[in-house]
């Protein structure tokens, strides 16, 4: 089983931007896709944005285009997410995930593996 911990979560002003990272270990294998998703209080999960470890396949939300970029770097097992610009809205706890799918999407059901998630709080 891969185990996935997210960090570089924070308080940042509104415009500000984050970098968060995905560190995964274990058996990594199988899976070949990872993505970001946040959940803010009261809210569903939402999809932020998703990547192959290969190839050149990105897909985002659409209030992450123009703002986030995910990004990976294989020899480390590590997905990042950049986010400029980021507003009060963007508040939320922000999950890493796993998937064995080459084109999962922004369903979370594709994803089976989550880490424990990291707080990003946007003030204004």
């Known amino acids: 089983q891969v185990q996935l911990v997210e960090s570089g979560g924070g308080l940042v002003q509104a415009g500000g931007s984050l970098r968060l990272s995905c560190a995964a270990s274990g058996r990594t294998l199988p899976y070949n896709s990872m993505g970001w998703f946040r959940q803010a209080p009261e809210k569903e999960r939402e999809f932020v944005a998703a990547?192959?470890?290969?190839?050149?396949?990105?897909y985002y939300a659409n209030s992450a285009k123009g703002r986030f970029t995910i990004s990976r770097e294989n020899a480390k097992n590590t997905v990042y997410l950049q986010m400029n610009s980021l507003k009060p809205e963007d508040t939320a706890v922000y999950y890493c995930?796993?998937?064995?799918?080459?084109?999962?999407?922004?369903?979370?059901?594709?994803?089976?593996?989550w880490g424990q998630g990291t707080q990003v709080t946007v003030s204004s």
């Open positions: 995930a796993a998937s064995t799918s080459l084109n999962p999407g922004s369903d979370p059901a594709q994803y089976r593996v």
């Open positions: 990547l192959r470890w290969s190839g050149v396949y990105t």
